[in-house]
């Protein structure tokens, strides 16, 4: 079911309005390359102009407004460019001229043949359908980049293409289901308008971080490489047995004095992450003041410890050596901040006589969005010398766990949606939490005279300022806001039932209504009839979330407006991109195009760093858990540079070139269709170095499903 997809680019790709859809004939049409691929990279679009014009991806994402196929233009020029075995092992499957008289087919699904595209419209098409044009031979090409890199992986990495995994090769009925499969899949990760830069939230400044560095990173000449490869080439095609003996799979490893790595001499390149930001008092948003007596949500011990913090100090015996924290403020603006939280009721004073000074916190922030920052904390000694408690944050539901989710036939997902606005800055904290707050800044009491908390007794005294509300940072605080928010939708609301809640490590609910809540984020998620949600019905979800409204305010929490979501098919849940008609979960779509753009930009220089690195399958790690089994396709990315300073530039082997040119291919395609059937058969695999087993059962749809909803 396309829904209102266009027109698939396998069944023909462009077609007249309204004419129907012929199945393409993959043997009578004469092969042709885009105007885009590395084999037409002097021909010109339509408008006369080049359509992949040769220019590096380096914008500026907060001022940037990013269109979904140019950046699909940008990542098919980026990787014709890539110097690797996968690039060559395309561009052979590509143009390759198979004969189109077949005798025996191979039975194996894979390798699948590319297909041919073909042109079935006007040939001289108006504004509008040029665009539309350009956009399906972009997604064609893609396409075909991406069978040939599972083609790649199939096959174990081979150097050249057998003949029935190049162009013009024979499609079975089967291989088309595979390409019509993946080919949805690319299409929903496209389908989507324009976004701006802010629209990618925190992402945007770590984005911008790495396309800067990149900046920074010596290119690397990779043409003695390709001359090996030809030496060796050209010696095996001399010797009679080469062609029985040959390996036909690259080296996955390398030396670290390898003849063809360039010498790029000891440069570094420094990640500046916004992980740790100056705080600039302007940039923190805090308009509500502390007005939510948590107290009263909370388990006996956790209770005891947010009264108390003491409670949970460990033997001397067992500290660690003190680490002072760093404070990322200027004292100018740690008064400002002061000012602020001193005008909200959220400040309070410590003499520094009666403070360990060494426990003393720091402060810093991280990106909240383009405009605003996030109010961190960094309490690492004293939290080194307490105990934890970790009840409520084992029950965190991560948004790629909706991968997990099913419908049937004719069922679809409406959600709806809570956030809560300055959630940590609304709870009222006791003097003794308020104290674990103090920062390590000394004060004059002259400094600190003018504000409302400052007591006579304090003239003449040096001072501390304490942050009198609970804060990011605290090893107790996520703990604490978790179960809060947890136990007041538990009472008000009756809410967060075990059986309805998705929870990390625990069995999908049954349950047609679903709830996840993520510290200050509640969503609902209710399974119906798709005849029935043009009605609107009033069902499980409705009720929770009417009565959550109500409950925010009456318990002194602030509802987010704006982030208020009812009734809603498509959107974003906790980091995932969800659309419940047609069934799809993956990360947020832009965030992932452009984190493959950004992953072909340092395939091309062929040099990194083990911070860059780090910081890149980070954002990796999250995409790919929407699709699991990509995972497979790492191996050497991990192992990159490990006895390296983090700063020191360093060529990447070519192993971990081609991986990380894998994944910048499979990204659009990571992701789950919840729509999926369940399997009739269980399925169990065993693997030594010497061969491997596969067994299978007949158990049932409804048994595999059982199955399924405790993976």
């Known amino acids: 079911m396309r829904g209102k997809d266009p027109p698939g680019f396998i069944e023909g790709f462009f077609q007249e309005d309204n004419a129907p859809i012929s199945p393409p004939d993959n043997h009578m049409e004469p092969q042709y390359h885009p105007p885009c691929s590395p084999f037409n990279s002097n021909s010109v679009g339509l408008d006369g102009k080049p359509d992949v014009p040769s220019c590096s991806f380096s914008p500026n994402v907060a001022k940037s407004r990013f269109d979904p196929i140019e950046l699909l233009q940008v990542l098919i020029s980026d990787f014709w460019s890539c110097h690797t075995g996968l690039t060559y092992f395309a561009k052979a499957s590509l143009t390759s001229n198979t004969c189109t008289v077949h005798g025996t087919q191979p039975s194996a699904l894979w390798p699948v043949p590319p297909f041919r595209w073909r042109w079935t419209g006007n040939g001289r098409p108006n504004p ?106 050209m010696h095996n095609s001399f010797d009679p047995y080469s062609s029985h003996f040959a390996n036909e799979k690259t080296q996955p490893t390398r030396s670290p004095a390898h003849p063809s790595e360039p010498d790029i001499g000891e440069s570094t390149v420094t990640v500046n992450l916004p992980s740790a930001k100056p705080v600039i008092a302007s940039r923190v948003k805090w308009k509500n003041p502390p007005s939510f007596e948590a107290a009263d949500y909370l388990d006996p011990l956790v209770k005891e410890a947010f009264l108390d913090p003491e409670v949970l100090r460990n033997p001397i015996s067992m500290w660690p050596p003190a680490k002072p924290a760093k404070m990322h403020i200027t004292k100018s603006e740690m008064l400002k901040m002061i000012s602020v939280w001193d005008a909200l009721g959220a400040c309070s004073i410590c003499p520094l006589s009666e403070k360990d000074y060494t426990e003393a916190v720091g402060i810093f922030a991280v990106d909240k969005d383009l405009d605003y920052d996030r109010l961190i904390i960094n309490p690492k000694t004293i939290n080194s010398r307490m105990s934890s408690i970790s009840y409520s944050t084992k029950e965190l539901a991560p948004g790629s766990m909706l991968t997990l989710l099913h419908l049937k036939p004719g069922e679809m997902f409406r959600f709806n949606a809570d956030d809560l606005s300055d959630y940590y800055y609304c709870f009222k904290v006791s003097p003794a939490r308020a104290r674990r707050n103090a920062f390590r800044m000394v004060f004059d009491s002259t400094e600190l005279s003018h504000l409302s908390c400052f007591h006579p007794s304090f003239h003449g005294k040096k001072l501390l300022i304490c942050l009198a509300t609970l804060a990011m940072g605290d090893s107790l605080a996520v703990e604490i806001a978790q179960q809060a928010h947890a136990n007041v939708l538990k009472v008000w609301c009756g809410a967060m039932i075990p059986d309805e809640c998705l929870r990390y490590r625990s069995p999908i609910p049954r349950s047609d209504f679903i709830e996840l809540l993520a510290i200050d984020d509640h969503v609902g998620i209710q399974r119906l009839s798709i005849r029935d949600f043009p009605k609107t019905p009033k069902l499980r979800d409705s009720e929770v979330f009417d009565l959550a409204g109500r409950t925010y305010s009456a318990v002194g929490l602030i509802q987010h407006e704006q982030k208020r979501k009812r009734n809603q098919v498509e959107g974003t849940i906790l980091g995932a991109d969800f659309d419940g008609l047609k069934g799809r979960v993956m990360a947020p779509r832009g965030r992932v195009i452009l984190l493959c753009a950004i992953s072909l930009q340092i395939v091309k220089r062929g040099s990194c760093t083990r911070r860059l690195l780090s910081v890149l399958l980070g954002c990796w790690i999250h995409v790919i858990l929407f699709r699991r089994v990509v995972f497979s396709v790492i191996d050497q990315l991990f192992r990159e540079g490990q006895d390296l300073p983090m700063d020191r530039v360093f060529v990447l082997s070519p ?45 049932g749809s409804t048994a595999s499903g059982e199955i399924w909803r405790h993976w």
Do not use: Y
């Open 128 to 233: 509008r359908r040029r665009i539309r044009l350009k956009r399906l031979r972009l997604l064609a090409e893609f396409m075909n980049i991406m069978i040939c890199t599972l083609n790649w992986e199939t096959l174990g990495q081979a150097k050249r293409p057998p003949v029935h995994a190049c162009i013009g090769s024979h499609i079975t009925p089967q291989q088309h289901l595979i390409i019509e499969r993946l080919e949805s899949f690319l299409l929903h990760t496209f389908n989507m308008a324009p976004f701006e830069g802010g629209e990618l939230g925190r992402a945007a400044g770590k984005f911008q971080s790495l396309i800067n560095s990149l900046k920074e990173l010596p290119n690397t000449s990779l043409e003695s490489q390709d001359l090996l490869e030809l030496l060796t080439d």
């Open 655 to 699: 192993q971990a070139r081609c991986e990380l040119q894998i994944l910048a291919v499979l990204g659009p395609v990571c992701q789950s269709d919840i729509r999926a059937k369940h399997s009739t058969r269980i399925f169990s695999t065993d693997a030594s170095p010497s061969g491997g087993a596969v067994i299978a059962a007949d158990i």
